[in-house]
């Protein structure tokens, strides 16, 4: 993904979407600045009542952040699943298909927070920039 913003093209690095319900999308990119160092951009699109486009919200998470962040949000996730809604089944709402290795987990007890250091190891950056498939806020505007 590439724009620009004031006469600087930002480039995406890596990049992964999460729809969430009807109306909303997130993204999360990897992008570089221009000393080769690397950020973290989370973006919460929202498709407006009226269908006239798009709300986004954005946060900027740099590496010095990153572990600091993996077990906040780990720790309060946990929290809400663990001392405010026991019982509610989280599963339920997993419409993503079986795992890389095809194996359903059934049973196995990990924390978010070992889930999310666990996929943020997965993530690497993308080789060749032809071959990634981004998705730009142009593109979520023809959803």
């Given at each position: 993904?590439?724009?620009?913003?004031?006469d600087k093209k930002?480039?995406?690095?890596?990049?992964?979407?999460?729809?969430?319900?009807?109306?909303?999308?997130?993204?999360?990119?990897?992008?570089?600045?221009?000393?080769?160092?690397?950020?973290?951009?989370?973006?919460?699109?929202?498709?407006?009542?009226?269908?006239?486009?798009?709300?986004?919200?954005?946060?900027?998470?740099?590496?010095?952040?990153?572990?600091?962040?993996?077990?906040?949000?780990?720790?309060?996730?946990?929290?809400?699943?663990?001392?405010?809604?026991?019982?509610?089944?989280?599963?339920?709402?997993?419409?993503?298909?079986?795992?890389?290795?095809?194996?359903?987990?059934?049973?196995?007890?990990?924390?978010?927070?070992?889930?999310?250091?666990?996929?943020?190891?997965?993530?690497?950056?993308?080789?060749?920039?032809?071959?990634?498939?981004?998705?730009?806020?142009?593109?979520?505007?023809?959803?």
């Amino acid at each position: 993904m590439a724009y620009e913003n004031n006469d600087k093209k930002i480039e995406s690095i890596y990049s992964k979407r999460i729809r969430a319900g009807k109306r909303r999308t997130y993204f999360f990119d990897v992008r570089a600045t221009r000393g080769n160092d690397y950020y973290l951009t989370i973006t919460e699109s929202r498709k407006r009542f009226d269908d006239n486009g798009y709300d986004r919200h954005k946060v900027f998470l740099y590496k010095e952040d990153f572990n600091k962040f993996i077990k906040a949000l780990g720790e309060a996730v946990d929290y809400v699943k663990t001392e405010l809604m026991p019982d509610f089944d989280f599963d339920a709402f997993n419409h993503d298909e079986l795992p890389e290795d095809g194996v359903q987990h059934d049973g196995e007890t990990v924390t978010v927070a070992e889930t999310i250091t666990e996929k943020a190891e997965e993530a690497r950056p993308v080789e060749n920039e032809e071959s990634h498939t981004n998705t730009s806020a142009e593109e979520v505007d023809k959803w």
